[in-house]
């Protein structure tokens, strides 16, 4: 674990710009990754329109960053306006039941991503002044940063009171409310915090990129990514998503697939695989491989 | 062979990690009114769950009128001629009454004769063909606890269970509940009966067993099982 | 006034096409408690099949109807029996979790294939009476419209009929409100959930077919027929064919009604936001049973 970290890291200063913008969007993603598993592994709560808290993220910090305020200012403010988007969408899809939450955060994407789609331009290019300042170095070092502090969150989630609650409330909001624990409280702030999450991830991509795209970032694939990126490496855990994200670019590597018909499909086909054989994802074969180690180098154990 | 129709030996079974029977072992013969009692969590319905295919045991055997049942589905035990009428009821309140009976004869050993079976059990119970257009939600509780165990009947069963019965009935009728009973054994098919309530059953079934906590724990005639000491703590001490 | 009532017309015609794609994903939640968001795709294929039986063998839309229900009726049996039925074993909350996630990957593999088998482009099936209308008083309706409620209406009939005359049909309804007391009765459950899946699969393909003939297709139109369904079926509650064809009637109208007095885009968004409505406000639709 410390050997990649020191790989990503030293990154720039081994090689080329090709593997540093590689490198940087495989981070973003895993941003995105966290933040979804945050609120779906701990919170229990799927949320299909996750890719719109990246979406107004990345719109809000690069139409204030072209205008001309620094990206210091202006990546938070675009986070902002992911938590921002997260309350008035939360505070009335949380109080429906697990599905119901999950295909009403659908609908509400879809509808962000008409208006987007209808009023704002194709592409969206980048000034001179900010072409000639490019520098791909601190970005990189900014998403890095961003993955650390989305891994290192939901970690402290995991460790905290709060999310012992969480974990409650997803295992049986009953009993949790029984006990004393406010279940919406504890889903609302799991769901600000997973779209800030997303917002600063979307910031960074928005900041990033050279000519943008505005619909691309609205995209369902960035949600699905994350999802498979989840499930892949086990839903619920700190470590899955990182895993999950290094098995998805590796095989994504190997079969040379890139943001196509292709990707979705090889993808959408592995996706369904892993939920269904490996509901825990890798992390949890991992272990249960290793219990079966442990228990078969015992002799006498039933 | 012990000559039994229904036997059960070592059943053990569980709700995912929750053991719940402990190793339960019945025997019944061909044409008996048996009654199993005990208290409340005593894994009696646990264990007609596992007679009827709805759970699998973990250990133990199931065995009707010689061949293996546990293992299998719920659907393929009722076409072997094994019927639950479960607790609560459980009828399908949104279908009409001659919808629940029509439905009980699902399955295709039943179905071939169900007109035959239809006009049978409309002559054991008159008010279901009263009411047969009728939501089954809509029927008086006693009505209710008829039409389900009619409804078991229209699979032509050769084994009855039935899980509680009484419960929530007045006295009156639960006695024409238990004359009912009385009339499907004499036509002879062999019962089963599950109660918490003691007295009522005891009356009617000539033995049972005991059960608490998983397992029997006492077995004997109506007038055994009475006097048994166990039964009586449970039921005057509290 | 005039023009009003023609846009309501359309609306409530278009409408029906919703209420049958809904059905089809309504009957599919009732049964097995999942929720199909793939069921758009399903759509989509069914207006696929009309168009190439169309296009390459000069089969009348109509008539392809009879192949694409059945085509879609056995993809349905091969989704259930590889994908949803693996589902069946788990408690309600994850079935319904993991039913969505299924779903959504599923939908996003057919859309991708759809591209590179057919491209991304729209398709349009033109028979002959395509552009013909029926004059009701000084309403002009078209006639694919009118043909395609009509379909709808007896698709719907003919379901009702099933689920209330027939066996398999009681089986069904029995199984949606109680699978235990069901399996008691002899009922085969998986079998019925098998059926009952691949019934709300030849329900889209029937949808697909009608879509296929009175509008352009493309592999990009899975997504919009899904949320139309999930709109509808939340609008309805669940409970009555007759509730969500009403309700899928009632989205047409509205959606129509929305474009004219305040323009194009509000069209799909309407749609949307009475979801969003319904689902806090009344989450047991209009006509259906408290969930």
């Known amino acids: 674990m410390a050997a990649v970290g020191a790989l990503a890291v030293l990154i720039p200063w081994v090689a080329g710009e090709a593997v540093v913008n590689w490198a940087l969007l495989v981070l973003l993603q895993v941003v995105v990754a966290q933040s979804w598993n945050l609120l779906a592994g701990y919170g229990g709560q799927v949320n299909l329109g996750h890719a719109a808290f990246f979406g107004i993220g990345a719109l809000v910090t690069r139409g204030l960053w072209m205008q001309g305020m620094p990206v210091a200012v202006a990546l938070p ?5 992911a938590v921002g988007a997260g309350l008035l ?4 899809s949380l109080r429906l039941r697990g599905p119901y939450f999950a295909i009403g955060t659908l609908a509400m994407a879809e509808i962000l991503r008409i208006v987007v789609a209808t009023v704002l331009p194709e592409v969206s290019a980048l000034p001179a002044e900010l072409i000639a300042g490019y520098q791909l170095l601190p970005r990189y070092y900014l998403v890095l940063l961003l993955a650390v502090a989305a891994t290192g969150a939901v970690w402290l989630v995991e460790q905290s009171r709060f999310g012992m609650g969480l974990l409650a409330v997803r295992e049986d909001e009953g009993v949790a409310e029984a006990v004393g624990v406010d279940s919406y409280r504890h889903k609302l702030l799991a769901f600000l915090l997973s779209a800030s999450l997303a917002g600063a991830a979307g910031g960074a991509f928005g900041y990033y990129h050279l000519s943008f795209y505005p619909q691309f970032a609205f995209s369902p694939v960035w949600t699905f990514d994350a999802v498979l ?3 892949l490496g086990g839903i619920g855990t700190v470590w899955g998503p990182p895993v999950g994200a290094a098995f998805f670019v590796l095989l994504r590597e190997a079969l040379a697939l890139r943001l196509t018909e292709l990707h979705v499909l090889v993808f959408g086909a592995v996706f369904v695989v892993v939920v269904l054989a490996l509901p825990g994802g890798l992390v949890d074969f991992a272990r249960v491989l290793r219990l079966r180690w442990v228990r078969a180098a015992r002799p006498g154990q039933a | 062979m012990s000559g039994a129709v229904l036997e059960l030996k070592g059943v053990q079974a569980a709700y995912g990690d929750a053991q719940v029977l402990w190793g339960v072992d019945w025997q019944v013969r061909s044409g008996e009114v048996v009654a199993v009692v005990g208290p409340n969590g005593a894994g009696k319905t646990t264990t007609l769950r596992v007679v009827t295919g709805l759970l699998r045991p973990l250990r133990g055997e199931v065995w009707w009128d010689g061949i293996r049942i546990d293992g299998l589905s719920a659907d393929q035990v009722v076409e072997r001629g094994v019927a639950l009428v479960p607790e609560g009821r459980r009828l399908f309140s949104r279908m009409t009454v001659l919808e629940n009976l029509l439905l009980g004869g699902y399955a295709p050993r039943a179905r071939r004769v169900r007109g035959e079976t239809l006009r049978e059990v409309f002559h054991l119970f008159p008010i279901l063909e009263e009411r047969a257009g009728q939501p089954a939600g809509t029927l008086s509780g006693g009505q209710q606890q008829m ?13 009855l269970l039935l899980d509680e019965p009484s419960l929530g009935l007045a006295p009156r009728v639960v006695q024409q509940v238990y004359e009912v009973v009385e009339r499907i054994a004499r036509e002879g098919v062999t019962v089963v009966v599950v109660e918490q309530n003691v007295y009522p059953v005891l009356q009617h079934a000539p033995r049972g067993y005991l059960m608490a906590q998983g397992r029997v724990v006492a077995e004997g005639t109506a007038e055994e099982l009475l006097r048994t000491e166990l039964v009586q703590r449970s039921y005057v001490g509290g | 006034m005039e023009v009003w009532l023609q846009n309501v017309t359309f609306g409530a015609l278009v409408g029906g096409l919703y209420g049958l794609a809904a059905v089809g994903l309504a009957l599919v939640f009732g049964v097995l408690h999942m929720l199909n968001v793939a069921h758009g795709e399903l759509i989509m294929l069914g207006g696929y099949t009309t168009f190439w039986l169309f296009t390459l063998g000069g089969l009348d839309p109509y008539a392809s109807l009879l192949v694409a229900g059945p085509l879609l009726f056995a993809v349905g049996v091969a989704l259930y029996e590889g994908l949803f039925g693996r589902l069946v074993r788990l408690h309600e909350e994850s079935k319904i979790q993991l039913s969505i996630l299924i779903g959504f990957g599923l939908a996003l593999v057919l859309h991708a294939l759809a591209i590179l088998a057919w491209t991304a482009d729209d398709r349009a099936v033109t028979a002959a009476y395509a552009g013909r209308v029926l004059h009701v008083g000084r309403l002009v309706v078209p006639l694919t419209r009118l043909g395609g409620l009509a379909v709808a209406f007896a698709a719907l009939g003919g379901l009702h009929l099933f689920l209330q005359r027939t066996d398999v049909g009681r089986a069904i309804r029995g199984t949606a409100e109680d699978w235990e ?3 008691l009765m002899g009922v085969p459950v998986r ?9 709300g699969s030849a329900l889209a393909g029937v949808a697909g077919s009608l879509v296929a003939v009175s509008d352009a297709i493309s592999p990009a139109i899975g997504l919009s027929w899904t949320l139309k369904a999930l709109i509808v079926v939340v609008l309805a509650g669940l ?27 509000f069209r799909e968004v309407v749609g949307l936001v009475l979801f969003v409505a319904v689902l806090t406000l009344r989450p047991q639709g209009l006509f259906g049973r408290k969930l």
Do not use: D, H, K, W
């Open chain 1, 77 to 81: 403010v675009g986070c902002a306006a």
């Open chain 1, 89 to 92: 969408v939360g505070v009335p």
């Open chain 1, 229 to 231: 990126m989840v499930f």
């Open chain 2, 147 to 159: 039409l389900a165990i009619a409804r078991a009947l229209m699979s032509r069963p050769r084994l």
């Open chain 3, 239 to 265: 409970g009555s064919i007759l509730g969500t064809f009403v309700a899928g009637v009632l989205l047409g109208v509205a959606e129509s009604a929305a474009a004219f007095a305040l323009g194009g885009v």
């Open chain 3, 181 to 183: 007391a069901a399996s």
């Open chain 3, 191 to 199: 079998r019925v959930y098998r059926t009952a899946f691949a019934l």
